[in-house]
């Protein structure tokens, strides 16, 4: 089956970029969302289709994809960005959801 | 807007069936993909299954012997059954909503955009 390979841990300061991976056998060709998950809640959806964002979600979140790699960008990061962080792909040669092993992102 | 709530019981036995029920307001269930999804203590997340138009249903390859997902359109709610549980299902569970078909964009789409608060599930005797 389809696996994603997200690293276990990012760490980034107030205010600068933190960039987190997502990676797969050809992902380019998927579609490739992102969830955003605080502590003791539910995940979010932050970017769906790649880079698209769902209203309420700020600029500052923005993604990418090509080759063997997604990624997720958060810029000017702040405090309340601390979570974890899932990619997700929908595998249609199962017809099954895929999520990466998630990333937790810490502010230093 | 759409609201989910997951609902059942907190503890079951080992060996026993696990049922929750997945509540859903604002909306109809009708056209739409609905997914169980879970969370063990201090681990990621893992997909369980979906069901959509309350008849195609698909399950993890890992569970799939021991699921089923299934609708009452008229209570507008998604159930899910977990046979022969053990210690490995002890969770946090999730039900979403997990895609839908746009006929303007003649696309499908498979985001999970609405997630119920989850229910924790502990199995023990």
């Known amino acids: 089956s389809y696996v994603l390979t997200q690293p276990p841990s990012v760490s980034v300061a107030p205010g600068q970029t933190a960039r987190q991976t997502c990676g797969g056998i050809?992902?380019?060709?998927?579609?490739v969302h992102w969830y955003q998950q605080k502590s003791g809640q539910a995940p979010v959806l932050v970017v769906y289709?790649?880079?698209d964002r769902p209203s309420g979600i700020p600029e500052r979140f923005s993604g990418s994809n090509s080759g063997n790699t997604a990624i997720l960008t958060i810029s000017r990061v702040e405090a309340g960005d601390e979570a974890d962080y899932y990619c997700?792909?929908?595998?249609?040669?199962?017809?099954?959801?895929?999520f990466g092993g998630g990333t937790k992102l810490t502010v230093l | 807007q759409m609201q989910l709530q997951e609902s059942g019981p907190a503890l079951v036995k080992p060996s026993e069936t696990l049922s929750l029920t997945c509540s859903v307001s604002g909306g109809s269930i009708s056209t739409y993909y609905w997914s169980w999804i879970r969370q063990p203590p201090g681990k990621g997340l893992e997909w369980i299954g979906y069901i959509y138009k309350g008849v195609e249903t698909k399950y993890s390859s890992s569970l799939k012997r021991r699921v089923t997902i299934s609708v009452d359109t008229s209570k507008n709610q998604v159930s899910l059954r977990l046979s022969s549980v053990t210690a490995a299902d002890t969770a946090v569970y999730f039900c979403a909503r997990s895609g839908y078909f746009s006929p303007s964009t003649d696309y499908y789409y498979f985001h999970m955009d609405v997630w119920g608060k989850g229910t924790s599930v502990i199995v023990s005797s």
């Open positions: 289709d790649n880079s």
């Open positions: 050809n992902i380019g060709s998927k579609s």
């Open positions: 997700q792909v929908w595998d249609s040669s199962t017809d099954h959801w895929i």
